[in-house]
C-alpha cells in the first residue's frame, strides 16, 4: 500500500510538469547560474538578475550540486545573463529535481512510522507525502519545501525516540538550508537543554552537543567568512525592508490587523475626517514596505514580541516536562506561533505546521482533530497562489480528493 502510494504521488507530479510556474521556477534557474559560474566571493553580491540568492549557505551548496548535474542537460540555464531562460530540457530538470528531492520527505516517512501499525502507517505515509498544500507549492508553484520538510520530519522521529542528538545535529543542517526554521529553535533548544543535557554528564553532553551544531554553523558559514563575506550574506538572510505583510497574505493576525485598518480609514472617509496617511497599499509586491492608514505600523521587534509571548506557555512546560512524546506537538505549535503573529509571513509557512502534525494525528484523536482543521483551512488558503484559470481544475482536486481523506 505505501509503495503504491508513493508511485501514485510521483506519477501525479510527473504530470504536473506543464502546469503553470510562478517566478521561483526563474529564482531556482538564476541560482543554479550563481553557485555554478561564479566564484563564492559572489553569490550573494551578484544582482544581474533580481532574484538574488537569499537561502542560507547549505541550501546554495545544495544548488550547486544540481548545477553539477545541470551541466550534462543544458548548460544554457546555468548563464547567469540567461535571464528567464526556459527551454523544455530546463523544465524538465528543475521539475525533476524537486521530486528527486522529494526523497528526503518520503524516506522520513518511512523512517518516523516504521514502527507504526498498519494500516496506521500506510495512512501517516499517505498524509506526508501527498500533502495537498505540498504538492501544489511544490510541484505547480515550484520550491524545494518536500527536501526541507522532510528533513524537519527526519529531525522530529529522532528526538521523538529520544535520539535528541541527531535530531538536533539535523535541525542545524536544517536551519543552514532555510532559516525560516529558526522560528522552531526555541523549542529545540530547550528541549534538548533539559532532555539531552541532563544526569551525571550534562556538562559532556552539553558541550557534545554545542559543538556539533557549531560545526554545522563553520561548514556552511565558514567559507564564506574565509573569503569576507559575512555581512553580505547575513544582509540578504535578513531583509528588514520587506514589510509586515507578504505580498499575497498569510492568513494571520497581520491580516486582521490590515483589515481593521481598512476599515477604519473607510469608517473616518464617512465621517468626512479621512485619514491624513494615504490609503495603505499592502499588496506592493516586490518591495514595498507597507504603512497602514489609522492604526500605528508594526516594527519587526514588535511581532517578534508576541510571537515570543504566544511561544512562552508551552517553553515553560517544556522546561518543566521535557517529553519527548510531545515534541512533534510542541514544534508545530511553535511554527503555529510564528504563522500567526511573525513579521512578512508567507502563506505557505503554513506548511511547518500540516507536515508535522501528520505525524501526530494518526496517534490520537485529539491531534487528529486539530490537524484536519488545520490542513483544511491552511490547504485551503493556498490555493489563490495558483491564480492561472488552467490550474484551477487540478488546485481544486488535488485540495479536495486530499482533505476528507483523514
Ligand atoms: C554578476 O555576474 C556577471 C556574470 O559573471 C557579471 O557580468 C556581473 O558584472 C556581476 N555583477 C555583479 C554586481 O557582481
Redesign the pocket.
Known sequence: MRWRIVVFVTALKVLLFPAYRSTDFEVHRNWLAITS??PLR?WY????SQWTLDYPPLFAWFEWALAQAAWLVDPAMLD??NLGYASDSTILFQRGSVIVSDAALISGAWFATRREPEPRRSLAVFLLVANSGLLLVDHVHFQYNGLLLGILVWSLALVREGRSLAGGVLFAVLLNMKHLFACLAPVYFVHLLRHHCRGPHAMRRFAVLGACVAGVFAVSFGPFVLAGQLRQVLGRLFPFQRGLCHAYWAANVWALYAAADKALAAGLQLLGRPAAAPAANLTGGLVGVSSFAVLPDVSPAAALALVLAALAPCLVRLWRAPDPAGFVHAVAYAAMCSFMAGYHVHEKAALMVTVPLALDAIRSRPAARDWLFLSATAHYALLPLLFTLAEYPIKVLIYGIYTPKA
Open positions: 559560474s561564479l559572489q553580491t551578484n544582482t544581474t547567469v545573463a
